[in-house]
């Protein structure tokens, strides 16, 4: 262990289920810096998914009071120099990329900032209040106000560094209102390292980013961590189908019910995941999927859905999203050998090759998508063992948590 402290900004970790993947590295982190602590918005309603002697949980209410509003715009006057520099750098960005400034963008830029500022405040209290001295990193798990909070703050005696990951919904503008995300040149301006999870990520930042900020993108790949046990195919001939992600639109769960019902094959369906669509994708299924077995298990904790893994013998992984960065559920899902058919968005092309399953296009056609859940499912018996450990070894060589999160921590400590 280091003489170095880490600060880490999240939206839901250590609580809930969100954010799964912190699961697999926080143990790394707490095991090489002297302390870590988490600053999180989502609110302590379950126990924490994580507990250590030298681990730490702070809390930002996501939903600011009147009496934070009226500190954060308290903050915004006391460092108005800092205030208006983050938003003329903003608006001269925004110019020098010929990108029209509506009025929603400047509320988003106005928010963004009033939140960093706020939780810049609150990184330095909690600084104090934990008596970080010497080297802190500050490390932001999303590129959004967070990361720009980290840049924002400041202590006296104590050597700052900021780094950011960067995955897929902090980076693809077309996703966001008026398609603007903020302050991307300015917050990765004041940062030292900035950590896509993907090759693709690295080029989009490449494409927006000065090209003096280069030299600070890095690619980190996530992990997830080795399954207990490998479940045996029993003898029964219904083939299990797996989906894992909210019930959103940008998921696009329809397919997976408008493909199943095409394939005519005895397809048990079983779906993780909660959200808003879940009634409207309930009466979908009842209407299309009748003669197939499917399930809902509704949002569980990552405990859960590896003891699923572990016991029950999985066929084929389905991802349909419309935008991805490199999802955590395939890599899971490879760690377990199974294969898997997905969207060709995002970095889904850097864990998915014809070798562990199928990209079909991003269009979403549930014709091309039953035609390659068939194709992979009537593989000869001998086609699928190959296919299933290509996709283990997949794993183990790319996103074997034991390996990346060594690796990434070690990066930490090494800036």
Not at 241 to 257: A, G, N, P, Y
Request: positive net charge; glycine residues 6%.
């Amino acid at each position: 262990m280091s003489g170095k402290n880490l600060v880490i900004l999240t939206n839901h970790f250590p609580y809930g289920s969100g954010e799964t993947f912190l699961e697999s590295e926080v143990p790394w982190l707490v095991q090489s810096f002297s302390k870590v602590v988490v600053i999180t918005k989502a609110p302590a309603v379950t126990a924490s998914r994580f507990v250590a002697p030298n681990f730490f949980i702070s809390h930002i209410n996501l939903k600011s009071s009147l009496a934070e509003k009226i500190f954060s715009l308290w903050l915004f006057v006391t460092r108005i120099n800092t205030s208006f520099s983050c938003l003329l750098n903003e608006l001269s960005y925004l110019r020098s990329k010929n990108k029209s400034i509506r009025s929603g963008m400047v509320s988003t830029m106005l928010h963004d900032l009033l939140k960093a500022l706020l939780t810049s405040k609150h990184i330095e209290d909690e600084i104090k209040k934990h008596q970080l001295t010497g080297t802190v990193v500050l490390y932001s798990y999303w590129f959004n106000a967070s990361a720009l909070a980290t840049t924002l703050a400041k202590v006296n005696k104590t050597n700052i560094q900021r780094v950011t990951r960067v995955h897929g919904g902090d980076l693809y503008q077309d996703l966001h209102p008026h398609s603007y995300l903020s302050f991307r040149q300015v917050t990765a301006a004041g940062l030292d390292r900035i950590y896509p999870t993907s090759n693709l990520g690295a080029q989009v930042l490449q494409e927006i980013l000065d090209t003096s900020l280069h030299s600070k993108i890095e690619v980190t790949r996530l992990g997830t961590r080795p399954p207990n046990r490998l479940p045996v195919k029993n003898q029964v001939d219904e083939l299990v189908v797996v989906s894992c992600s909210s019930m959103k639109e940008i998921k696009r769960l329809h397919l997976i019910i408008e493909s199943i019902a095409l394939t005519g094959l005895p397809i048990r369906w079983i779906h993780f995941g909660d959200g808003p669509l879940r009634e409207q994708l309930q009466a979908l299924a009842e209407k299309k999927l009748t003669g197939y077995r499917y399930e809902w298990k509704g949002a569980v904790t990552n405990q859960a859905l590896y003891d699923f893994y572990e016991h029950q013998y999985v066929d084929l992984f389905l991802n349909t999203s419309f935008s991805e960065g490199i999802p955590v559920s395939i890599m899971e899902t490879q760690s377990f050998g199974i294969p898997c058919v997905a969207t060709n968005v995002g970095g889904n092309a850097e864990i998915i090759s014809d070798r562990v399953g199928m990209l079909v296009s991003q269009v979403g056609n549930p014709v091309e998508i039953a035609e390659a859940i068939v194709h992979l499912l009537t593989l000869s018996p001998n086609e699928k063992e190959k296919m299933r450990s290509l996709a283990r070894q997949n794993w183990d060589d790319h996103y074997n948590s034991s390996k990346n999160y060594a690796t990434f921590s070690a990066k930490l400590l090494n800036l």
